[in-house]
């Protein structure tokens, strides 16, 4: 022990204090480098000597060595830049990036993210960001037992996979759902009638072999609504309205409606049963998509209504596709409790009907929404409680008495109404669209990529993928700013942005460096005195020893 071990307690104190600079120079070092967390030395004392004392066992320490070295995951200030693609994020977590075709994960707080040549979502290194792609499987509008509901939320599906838009482009997707809220004008007289068949003039008013299937003398109201088949192409359905003359009606007021398109456009076709087709086209009843009421209180709200459908089967003869016997069968309900009519623009088989056993394909399935919906997949009446108990249209003079009805009605905030005011289109909309060309991207707080096209579609892409640890402290180092898992981390728990306490998204920012210059200068000086001083000790007991050696003489 004696001198020598003193200076050996200064080498210690040399030789950490050393360390200390070398990390404080690399804090320094990466003061601009985007995403980069700080690092924190901290000294412990060397385990000590038991030397003999007068009063037993004492002890001598044997100088310094390095405790831990820890990094500062506080958050980094943010840059504001002029790339959607830049990322923040403001609170915990990292972003997951891969090795393309590989499984090697990394993990990041550097944000500055770029898509290459192959549409790939790359950071500087060409790793890929990670993150879920979103599930745009819709509602669409097939027959259902049950009514469902969806969540406001983006959906996401399968696991986190490399965000990568392969063509810009957003491919069409056809119509599954109308809406029509209008005001129909409780003043207006028919202008069809019917005595024998009151509810139905206006549909034995469709002739599609005239030049105008219907006069514009036959009807108090029409509105029209550009839709979408599979194949991007537009496509008119216009809803022709007139009041029904009704007695015994408690005051309600009854309005028939009928869905049309161009009778050239309609692509739905029949069989006879014996291998004769018929194409809806070249018959009466081309573009006749559907009939039916809205009934409205005294108050000229609406309270119910009905939607009849050609009846599937054979066909006797294309002159009897109008007779109202093949017009019996109410339309079946969509999963969201709304009626429906086929809309088979491309002709495709065995999908002329909204009932689930002949429509093959759900895209040719409207919802019709005039701002009613029932709660039921059932229609209710005297003889409309099912459909095997159908017995025909309701010819009971002109009372309202033998329509079918919602067996569980629902009335919108936003409905069809029947004021004393003039007729007028409140709101239509359909969720149709052409193909079109990514124009640009953003990525919102809640870390959902958006694209938006030149179709005027904005559609969720991706939800970006954050990823957090039990012990942050614990990970690795690989330079690049890149983290990497390690026994002591634990594994990562992945989640979206804004949820289980990971932090939110910001777009068009960077965060920058956490190092504080500040404090490192401050740091700086006292590790320069530290080693000054450890230095002086060593000094000091090579003197010491000096004056030792002297003694001799």
């Not at 200030?77 to 994020?89: G, K």
């Not at 022709?240 to 009704?246: A, N, Q």
């Amino acid at each position: 022990m004696g001198l020598s071990s003193a200076l050996f307690s200064g080498i210690t104190g040399l030789s950490v204090h050393g360390e200390q600079m070398s990390v404080l120079g690399n804090n320094i070092a990466n003061v601009n480098t985007v995403g980069f967390k700080a690092s924190r030395m901290h000294f412990e004392d060397a385990i000590s000597q038991n030397v003999a004392t007068a009063q037993g066992v004492g002890q001598v320490g044997r100088g310094v060595k390095i405790g831990t070295i820890l990094s500062d995951f506080s958050q980094g200030s943010f840059e504001t830049t002029n790339e959607s693609t830049d990322l923040a994020i403001g609170g915990s977590g990292f972003f997951l990036v891969k090795v393309k075709n590989e499984e090697q994960t990394y993990y990041s707080r550097a944000g500055n993210f770029r898509f290459d040549k192959d549409g790939y979502l790359v950071d500087p290194h060409g790793y890929v960001l990670q993150g879920w792609e979103v599930d745009d499987t819709r509602l669409t509008a097939a027959t259902s037992t049950t009514t469902t509901t969806t969540s406001a939320r983006t959906r996401i599906r399968g696991v986190p996979t490399d965000i990568r838009l392969e063509n810009f482009q957003s491919p069409p997707r056809e119509t599954s759902s109308m809406t029509f809220i209008t005001n129909l004008d409780s003043g207006e007289v028919s202008r069809s009638n019917d005595a024998n068949n009151p509810f139905f003039a206006l549909f034995g008013r469709w002739d599609a072999t005239q030049a105008e299937p219907i006069g514009q003398t036959q009807y108090a109201y029409q509105t029209t609504l550009k839709v979408y088949d599979e194949n991007g192409s537009s496509h008119n359905i216009s809803v022709y309205f007139d009041p029904v003359t009704t007695s015994n009606s408690g005051g309600r007021k009854v309005w028939e409606f009928i869905v049309t398109c161009n009778p050239a456009e309609d692509g739905r076709f029949f069989s006879d049963g014996a291998g004769n087709v018929t194409e809806l086209r070249n018959t009466s009843a081309a573009g006749l998509l559907g009939t039916g009421t809205l009934t409205f209180n005294a108050a000229g709200e609406l309270e119910n209504m009905n939607l009849f459908q050609l009846q599937s089967g054979a066909m006797p003869h294309p002159g009897a596709l109008k007779n109202l016997s093949n017009w019996r069968l109410p339309s079946n309900f969509s999963q969201n409790g709304y009626p429906m009519v086929v809309a088979n623009f491309l002709s495709r088989e065995g999908a002329s009907f909204t009932d689930s056993a002949d429509a093959t394909s759900a895209s040719v399935l409207v919802e019709l929404n005039f701002g009613l919906r029932n709660l039921s997949t059932t229609w209710a009446g005297a003889a409309y409680s099912n459909a095997a108990s159908l017995a025909g249209l309701p010819a009971n003079g002109a009372t309202i008495l033998g329509l079918p009805r919602f067996s569980d009605a629902e009335r919108e905030a936003l409905a069809t109404t029947s004021f004393s005011a003039g007729s007028t289109t409140i709101f239509q909309s359909q969720d149709g669209y052409t193909a079109g060309f990514l124009q640009n991207i953003s990525v919102d707080r809640d870390g959902v990529l958006t694209g938006r096209y030149s179709n005027g579609q904005v559609l969720a892409l991706y939800v970006i993928t954050l990823a957090n640890f039990n012990n942050n402290w614990g990970l690795n180092r690989e330079g690049g700013n890149l983290f990497s898992e390690t026994r002591e981390s634990g594994p990562a728990v992945t989640n979206r942005p804004n949820t289980a306490g990971l932090g939110s998204v910001a777009s068009n920012s960077l965060e920058q460096s956490n190092v504080d210059m500040a404090t490192e200068f401050v740091k700086m000086i006292t590790t320069q005195r530290g080693f000054q001083a450890n230095s002086k000790v060593i000094t000091t007991t090579d003197s010491m020893l000096g004056e030792l050696i002297q003694l001799k003489r």
